[in-house]
């Protein structure tokens, strides 16, 4: 039987989401024995806390500074120390690979990546290694060590472009998409989820994404849910605040402010996203690459706020250019935009159409195969 080992870092959601998805296709439809690990944690669990808390108080509190790093590590003094001490790191990660011996690691991660790189550069390990890159823009830290890495997988037509332009193999690059759930390419019972929900299925329906994983900029966030809510009286919204009990409460309060009770529902948490996006109209969300990938599968136009300086801002930029979503920007009045875009239906009815060049519903089932066929 086949082993494969599965790495992530916990630096967002969207590595981990990823390398969850990708499991459990492999479990599901192949003969293999899989693990997935945090990287970053097992190598040194201190220096995990560390970072993984300092890049969540950068997105938050200094987002500025946090694009600066992600734009500076591409090149430079941060992008050697970062390269040095994946290097140093890898000592560790090697003893995870030997005792395991798989004959595949995925990453999902740009860390995992150059330390699996490094070790087979140096002869340490003889495993095959794969790159999931998990968003709409490329960044060339997931391209330290390419020499040794069999396949890249990316979100995009533009992502291949740019890692061929780069100097690797075409061969190697495959624009699969960024790995869902295959919930995101079945069917639902629209009546079924119109009453869960307690919605009234003659009217539209909003998924407004308040929170993210950090919550993140809660009164501009408060000010997008309230524009909708005072502009949009025939939509019902589907308001997710996450586990920010700062941000609910405060969805809470504009609601009962409005008297909305009866077409906005405001829930911490909902485990049933593909069902409720096969019902909306429009997300309204931080572009992280896990949402975008599951609108864009799901045919849905995307309204953008609060994107993390750096990737997040790459990827609404990305989405801009290609007609799928409006970005509103800081500087953006939020009643504005909303009326200029919710005033034109057909705008709407197009970026819905033009997400259908965009769309990778089959992502998932299409890395594995690669893979797969890399150790047969």
């Not at 140093?88 to 699996?116: R, Y």
């Not at 919605?199 to 994983?213: N, R, W």
Request: net charge positive; aromatic share 8%; charged share 25%.
């Amino acid at each position: 039987m086949k082993k494969i080992l599965i790495l992530y870092g916990s630096y967002g959601g969207g590595h981990l989401s990823a390398a969850k998805a990708i499991k459990q296709y492999l479990d599901d439809n192949y003969e293999v024995k899989t693990e997935m690990i945090d990287c970053i944690e097992y190598v040194n669990k201190f220096l995990n806390k560390l970072t993984t808390g300092a890049y969540k108080w950068m997105a938050k509190k200094a987002p500025g500074l946090w694009g600066r790093i992600y734009s500076n590590s591409q090149k430079g003094i941060f992008a050697h120390i970062s390269m040095r001490a994946n290097k140093i790191m890898s000592k560790k990660l090697s003893k995870l690979i030997l005792s395991e011996n798989p004959d595949l690691v995925i990453s999902t991660h740009p860390f995992s990546s150059q330390m699996v790189s490094h070790l087979r550069k140096k002869g340490k390990v003889n495993c095959k290694l794969v790159t999931v890159m998990t968003d709409f823009a490329p960044h060339d830290q997931w391209l330290v060590g390419h020499e040794y890495t069999d396949a890249f997988f990316v979100a995009n037509e533009n992502m291949r472009k740019y890692l061929i332009n780069f100097g690797i193999a075409e061969k190697k690059v495959h624009a699969t998409g960024i790995p869902l759930s295959l919930k995101f390419s079945g069917t639902f019972n629209k009546e079924e989820t119109y009453k869960e929900f307690e919605l009234d299925s003659s009217k539209p329906v909003i998924l407004f994404f308040g929170g993210g994983e950090f919550g993140l900029g809660k009164d501009r966030t408060l000010q997008v849910l309230d524009a909708l809510i005072h502009n949009l009286a025939t939509y019902q919204i589907v308001a997710i605040s996450g586990r920010n009990k700062k941000m609910n409460l405060g969805f809470k309060d504009l609601v009962n402010k409005a008297k909305a009770q009866d077409r906005v529902k405001i829930f911490e948490y909902v485990n049933k996203v593909p069902e409720l996006m096969s019902i909306s109209t429009i997300v309204v969300s931080k572009p992280g690459g896990l949402t975008t990938s599951e609108s864009l599968a799901s045919n849905l136009p995307m309204l953008v706020i609060n994107p993390i300086a750096g990737q997040e801002e790459e990827n609404a930029e990305f989405l801009e250019e290609h007609k799928v979503a409006i970005w509103l920007r800081k500087k953006d009045e939020p009643n504005k935009v909303i009326q200029d875009l919710f005033e034109n239906p057909d705008k709407i009815t197009q970026m819905k159409e033009n997400t259908k060049s965009l769309a990778r519903p089959n992502s998932t089932i299409d890395i594995c195969k690669i893979s797969m066929d890399l150790i047969k």
